[in-house]
């Protein structure tokens, strides 16, 4: 499916955009840290918590867990929030 | 008499914006600039490793992303990301697990252990790195452990920016000792290569009314370790300034010798590379609210020469009233040359040499970022 990254993530994908697959957020944040090794861990914690300025929306929809189910034509949309100057 | 046999010192200054590093001639007069590396990333520290003279390790986050390290072996050409950063173990299934927010410092191994480096974290996290600081796991037990998690407190317990694990020290001659301290938490010993810990508390003072039986009360700000006597350490803690002699457990308040319109309350502090006797601590204000500004402002570094029992003011070429900006406890250094060359950069971005052990201070760049780390390292 389709992945939109945000700027401060192109370091690692080099690019806006980009293809993942996986039957929830879960799975498809680590078939994209199998691509772009360490990119998972800029947006999880250990703790498997999305991180606090990280947002993620799949189609348009804002999604908090990662256990959230997804489908081939979803568009997931990974947006880095405000987090002060 | 001093001589003038300066290798090639090269600082590291780490900001709340990215890193620079400032390359010196041979007398330190003239700085080349490199940077910004990171631009955007808060760096909490950048070391050189002492072992080769060329890997460097930064510790950074963005305001967005989490916590990683950067490795370059091309003394800031290339950077290569960990793999696996520092990262608490993950908590079992209903309950809460801590997670680290930025690696906060970093400490190259012995010249005895190749490519091994310790890292402390933000909130309080011990971790180990045995090739080279890419990838990072738990070291010893403490961060797990029920008391040793009481005594590091909550996040709401901790300095403005989380809660830290820093001055992680090596006795250089013997493996099993090592050394740590906590904001908040207290100062801990290892005798056994870190598998278990114990305080080192006392002769410390706490803030009024609370318990100094207790660690979580006790706010080391810096801790130094002197190469020239391993078993001489130095304290800049937010109720003084100490030195501790082994095989004694027992810190003095050296601090008390300060001139008392002064105090002794301050963040960095910076020990000679050959002699034990003497030490810089960076005054600031911490009196009413803690305004965390140089005294009265007139900022000003104070030395000691006999080990903490006078101290003398060194000011000249700093300036003279109103500079309100302070230093940051990893933001004081001294290089291994001689004279000893000095070293710090403010809050206010500004990067100060201190020429023949402080004695002229000079501004070798203005208008950087917020700083937070300086270290000084020897090319080779």
Request: charged letters at 25%.
């Amino acid at each position: 499916m389709k992945i939109v990254i945000p700027s401060a993530l192109r370091s690692y994908t080099e690019n806006g955009t980009t293809e993942a697959s996986g039957a929830t957020l879960a799975a498809v944040l680590t078939d994209l840290d199998q691509r772009y090794a360490g990119i998972r861990f800029r947006m999880v914690d250990e703790q498997d918590r999305i991180r606090r300025h990280i947002r993620v929306f799949v189609n348009g929809e804002q999604v908090r867990e990662l256990s959230h189910p997804l489908k081939p034509t979803d568009e997931v949309i990974i947006v880095q929030a405000l987090s002060g100057g | 008499m001093a001589h003038n046999t300066s290798k090639s010192v090269v600082l590291m200054v780490a900001t709340r914006k990215g890193a620079w590093l400032f390359h010196g001639s041979e007398a330190r007069h003239a700085w080349r600039i490199d940077g910004p590396h990171f631009l955007g990333h808060v760096i909490s520290h950048l070391v050189l490793d002492p072992r080769d003279g060329r890997t460097l390790l930064a510790a950074a986050k963005t305001g967005h992303l989490g916590p990683t390290v950067f490795r370059s072996t091309d003394l800031g050409a290339t950077w290569k990301e960990a793999t696996q950063p520092p990262a608490f173990s993950k908590a079992p299934e209903g309950t809460k697990g801590r997670a680290v927010d930025h690696t906060f410092w970093l400490t190259p191994g012995r010249a005895t252990e190749p490519n091994v480096w310790y890292a402390g974290t933000s909130p309080q996290g011990l971790f180990r790195s045995e090739d080279g600081g890419m990838t990072w796991k738990p070291f010893s037990s403490i961060n797990d452990d029920p008391q040793y998690r009481e005594w590091m407190g909550t996040v709401q317990d901790g300095t403005p920016d989380g809660p830290k694990l820093h001055s992680i020290i090596l006795d250089p001659r013997d493996p099993a000792h090592l050394y740590f301290a906590m904001s908040g938490g207290g100062v801990h010993e290892s005798l056994d290569g870190g598998r278990k810990w114990s305080p080192l508390l006392k002769g410390l003072d706490v803030v009024e009314g609370f318990d100094r039986s207790q660690p979580t009360f006790h706010d080391p700000h810096c801790i130094r370790i002197c190469p020239s006597n391993p078993d001489r350490l130095y304290q800049q803690n937010h109720c003084g300034i100490y030195r501790l002699d082994r095989p004694s457990d027992q810190w003095v308040r050296i601090g008390r010798n300060m001139p008392k319109p002064v105090g002794d309350i301050g963040f960095p502090l910076v020990v000679h590379p050959r002699d034990a006797d003497r030490a810089w601590v960076f005054p600031m204000d911490g009196t009413s609210v803690w305004p965390r500004t140089s005294p009265e402002g007139r900022p000003a570094v104070y030395a000691t020469r006999d080990a903490g029992g006078t101290w003398q003011r060194l000011d000249a070429g700093l300036p003279r009233e109103q500079a309100w900006w302070t230093v940051k406890r990893q933001a004081m250094t001294a290089d291994a040359s001689d004279p000893v060359g000095l070293y710090f950069g403010t809050t206010s971005g500004e990067l100060w040499m201190g020429h023949d052990e402080g004695s002229e201070w000079t501004c070798i760049a203005r208008h950087l970022p917020e700083i937070y780390a300086v270290e000084a390292g020897e090319l080779r």
